[in-house]
């Protein structure tokens, strides 16, 4: 019988979870490394430029036990909430089905500290829940995103070898061997599909670089 009534309990909490949440709350990142200006350093095998674009979700994690049942369910500090923008109210849900019941919370005046719960399955809320909670963001794997990245192989013959790697929605798109002719006198500039290095320091051991401008912007579909 216990069995039968988890099962019954999940049943209605999947069923029921469009009635407090309808959309996911999330951010578009770029992010570019190393700093553009920014003096670095690389040896053969290491990658000396990267950069992506994702889109991230995001969630609540709690900063400290959280009780949010009339019976004494805890919230245990560190648990993610995934937060949604709720029906009708325009507030935001952070909801996370926990022991067989669905908890959703919410921080109405915005202070970092939620003071309102919504349950199903698992009994009556408390009404004096102060749960200080902070947000994280986390890349939401099936959404589209894309990665270009260069790796520094080395220097023979006077000639630099790098290679590109583009992946595009977590799978590999291409991959290419480069390869630039090493300035004889001062640095030697390398640029491609945008990207500008420029190399102050270039042996077999590593090299000395600065990025002067990214990738171009990639134009969508």
Not at 70 to 83: A, Q, R, T, V
Request: proline share 6%; with cysteine.
């Amino acid at each position: 019988m216990a069995i039968v009534r988890r099962l019954v309990a999940l049943a209605l909490l999947l069923s029921a979870v469009p009635c407090f949440s309808e959309d996911v709350v999330t951010r578009f990142v770029r992010h570019k490394e190393p700093d553009l200006g920014v003096p670095a350093k690389a040896a053969p095998g290491d990658q000396i430029y990267v950069e992506y674009e994702q889109t991230e979700t995001m969630w609540a994690k709690l900063k400290s036990d959280a009780r949010v049942s009339e019976s004494g369910m805890i919230l245990p500090k560190g648990l993610l909430l995934e937060c949604d923008i709720a029906h009708g109210s325009g507030q935001t849900d952070c909801c996370k089905g926990y022991e067989a019941a669905l908890y959703c919370l919410q921080d109405r005046d915005h202070n970092g500290r939620f003071d309102k719960v919504k349950i199903l399955g698992g009994g009556r809320p408390f009404e004096y829940v102060s749960a200080p909670y902070e947000i994280v963001y986390q890349p939401k794997d099936d959404l589209p995103r894309w990665r270009k990245s260069v790796v520094y192989q080395g220097v023979a013959g006077g000639v630099l070898h790098l290679t590109y790697e583009e992946i595009s929605n977590g799978a590999p798109k291409s991959t290419r061997e480069l390869t630039f002719d090493v300035a004889k006198d001062g640095p030697t500039d390398v640029v491609y599909q945008g990207l500008h290095l420029v190399f102050s320091t270039v042996d077999s051991a590593h090299v000395e670089y600065s990025v002067t401008a990214p990738f171009r912007e990639r134009q969508e579909p």
